[in-house]
């Protein structure tokens, strides 16, 4: 028996095919949830995935975060469900305020595509144990409200807590608070970055890095060895 | 009927790289002496019945929950006076 993991598609998701994809790469089975839906399908874990729900109107996520799949899923996060949200997903886990902080527009106010390098910081979430801590990566970014800010408080609990989980390295892309590119929950099953680890999963594709493929792997051994 | 408008602005620690930008091109465009522009939004809900206190503290609950992001933003709200239709 392998693990199920949900992907939910709002109007506007992009890259939840993608992470489908990622997902069934890591010897997991993908499960399309869709923003209507009113329960997970019982699945045993959640990506929300990048894109412009709702055409980022109001804010990024800000709708999409009042969508009746929010309901159970914020619910059972809360409870310990593991849920990984990648750029627009990222940014509505901080609407829905299970993940502190938010994203502002790019301080140079350009869409930005670029292959970036990251480090791992926390290799303890339920979405990185297949990485070691310390260790550099390679991910593709592509966003335009990618700029992480926190108040000064939620950044020190952060930094003492050891729950910024990824930091951009060599440049900061878009003005992120502490180069923070991704950070967790209290409990280290909420994750959120603005990078895209489901591109970054096949040899073919991209720089040839499968840089992104421990995401999947990670969670898989830890629902699978639960 | 009633007009109530909500005004979010971003915090003023908050950098507006948005509100910048338009700063930086007025000197192009011949306007001078304006040493700053924040961007914000305004909303203008159209209230069925009384703007009542509960009415208005329904509203504050919106804005706080969903029309602003209290992470970054303010918000400010006010009843408007929605002038008569010229008959």
């Given amino acids: 028996m392998t693990a199920r993991i949900g992907v939910v598609t709002f109007p506007g998701s992009l890259d939840d095919r ?20 009113k329960d997970l399908k019982q699945v045993d874990a959640v990506v929300l995935c990048g894109g412009f ?31 990984l949200g990648i750029c627009n997903g990222f940014q509505i886990l901080t609407e829905a305020h299970l993940l502190p902080g938010t994203m502002l527009r790019n301080n140079h106010l350009h869409f930005i595509c670029r292959d970036q390098k ?18 550099e990566i390679h991910i593709p970014l592509k966003n335009i409200d990618g700029q992480y800010v ?13 729950r910024v989980a990824f930091r951009y390295l060599d440049v900061n892309p878009n003005g992120s608070n502490n180069d923070i590119a991704g950070v967790a929950n209290e409990a280290g099953n909420v994750v959120g970055l603005m990078p895209h680890p489901e591109h970054a999963v096949e040899p073919l594709i991209g720089t040839g890095r499968t840089d992104g493929l421990p995401f999947f792997t990670s969670i898989l051994k830890k629902l699978v060895n639960a | ?18 509100g910048q930008a338009v700063q930086r091109a007025l000197p192009r465009l011949g306007f001078e002496g304006i ?53």
């Fill in chain 1, 118 to 135: 990251l480090r791992v910081e926390n290799a303890e979430t339920a979405w990185t144990s297949d990485y070691t801590a310390g260790q």
């Fill in chain 2, 1 to 18: 009927m009633a007009r109530v408008v909500v005004d979010v602005m971003l915090k003023p620690e908050i950098l507006d790289p948005q």
């Fill in chain 1, 18 to 37: 993608d992470t489908q994809r990622a997902i069934r790469l890591a010897g997991a089975e993908p499960v399309a949830l869709w923003h209507k839906d």
């Fill in chain 2, 35 to 87: 040493s700053d522009v924040r961007q914000g939004k305004r909303f203008e809900l159209e209230v069925d019945g009384p703007v009542d206190e509960a009415a208005l503290a329904r509203i504050h609950d919106l804005a706080e929950s969903f029309l602003a992001n209290t992470v970054i933003e303010d918000f400010t709200v006010r009843v408007e006076e929605v002038a008569e239709a010229v008959k």
């Fill in chain 1, 53 to 83: 729900s709702y055409g980022d109107y109001l804010r990024a996520g800000a709708i999409a975060r009042f969508s009746p799949v929010m309901e159970p899923l914020i619910e059972q996060a809360k409870a310990g469900l593991p849920v």
């Fill in chain 1, 150 to 162: 926190a108040d000064q408080h939620t950044l020190d609990t952060l930094e003492s807590e050891g």
